[in-house]
């Protein structure tokens, strides 16, 4: 018996500017698309060659953390920025470091500091998303640059990214009414109280 892969695990590509020949697809969850390049889980074990590709994605940055480093999240983010060729682009998803949920959990990042890490290497034109529920399988990609779509979010959408069941899914959909509600009243904190981010970053030409 065959089960569809999850959509959400490709929503990365509404927020990617294209999708070149050669692109550097470093999977969540096993999925793929036409063309891309898809390497071993472990090829971030090994010292990496110097090459460099037209796109990355990389939905979820935690997924591909070296067993030896775990908390390298900024030293990974750091070198695929720097495996963008001239004019190509990198998207990689990560968990909000600061989220008040489960905050510092292995992979995470805050958004200033991926901010930082990707113009170090070079790269511009950057955009950031919250991506919801999580990364992994982000539901919704919402540009954090565009207050008024966060407004729709928050107002109209929001609790269709509420976790349906399981275990502790009551104590969840609680602490995210908490966190609606706080995101609400306070537009500046937003940043600081999503629960993970997309990140879109070029190199020019």
Same mark, same amino acid.
């Given at each position: /018996?065959?089960?569809?892969?999850?959509?959400?695990?490709?929503?990365?590509?509404?927020?990617?500017?294209?999708?070149?020949?050669?692109?550097?697809?470093?999977?969540?969850?096993?999925?793929?698309? *036409?063309?891309?390049?898809?390497?071993?889980?472990? +090829?971030?074990?090994?010292?990496?060659?110097?090459?460099?590709?037209?796109?990355?994605?990389?939905?979820?940055?935690?997924?591909?953390?070296?067993? =030896? =480093?775990?908390?390298?999240?900024?030293?990974?983010?750091?070198?695929?920025?720097?495996?963008?060729? *001239?004019?190509?682009?990198?998207?990689?998803?990560?968990?909000?470091?600061?989220? *008040?949920?489960?905050?510092?959990?292995?992979?995470?990042?805050?958004?200033?500091?991926?901010?930082?890490?990707?113009?170090?290497?070079?790269?511009?034109?950057?955009?950031?998303?919250?991506?919801?529920?999580?990364?992994?399988?982000?539901?919704?990609?919402?540009?954090?640059?565009? *207050?008024?779509? /966060?407004?729709? /979010?928050?107002?109209?959408?929001?609790?269709?990214?509420?976790?349906?069941?399981?275990?502790? !899914?009551? !104590? !969840?959909?609680? /602490?995210?009414?908490?966190?609606?509600?706080?995101?609400?009243?306070?537009?500046?904190?937003?940043?600081?109280?999503?629960?993970?981010?997309?990140? +879109?970053?070029?190199?020019?030409?």
């Amino acid at each position: /018996m065959t089960t569809e892969p999850d959509a959400r695990l490709l929503n990365w590509r509404f927020v990617a500017p294209s999708q070149p020949p050669e692109l550097l697809l470093l999977s969540a969850d096993g999925e793929t698309v *036409p063309g891309a390049l898809t390497p071993d889980r472990d +090829v971030f074990d090994h010292p990496l060659p110097a090459l460099r590709y037209p796109a990355i994605a990389i939905p979820d940055l935690a997924a591909w953390l070296p067993r =030896r =480093r775990p908390a390298g999240a900024a030293r990974l983010l750091a070198g695929l920025a720097a495996a963008v060729a *001239p004019g190509g682009w990198l998207c990689a998803g990560f968990a909000n470091s600061w989220y *008040p949920v489960v905050p510092l959990r292995p992979g995470s990042l805050s958004c200033a500091r991926a901010l930082r890490t990707v113009r170090r290497a070079g790269l511009t034109r950057t955009e950031l998303y919250a991506a919801l529920p999580g990364p992994r399988r982000a539901a919704f990609l919402v540009p954090l640059a565009r *207050p008024a779509e /966060m407004d729709h /979010m928050l107002r109209v959408l929001f609790e269709t990214s509420y976790p349906g069941r399981g275990r502790g !899914a009551a !104590a !969840a959909r609680r /602490m995210l009414s908490l966190l609606r509600r706080a995101a609400l009243t306070a537009p500046h904190a937003r940043r600081r109280l999503v629960p993970a981010y997309y990140l +879109v970053a070029r190199r020019p030409r």
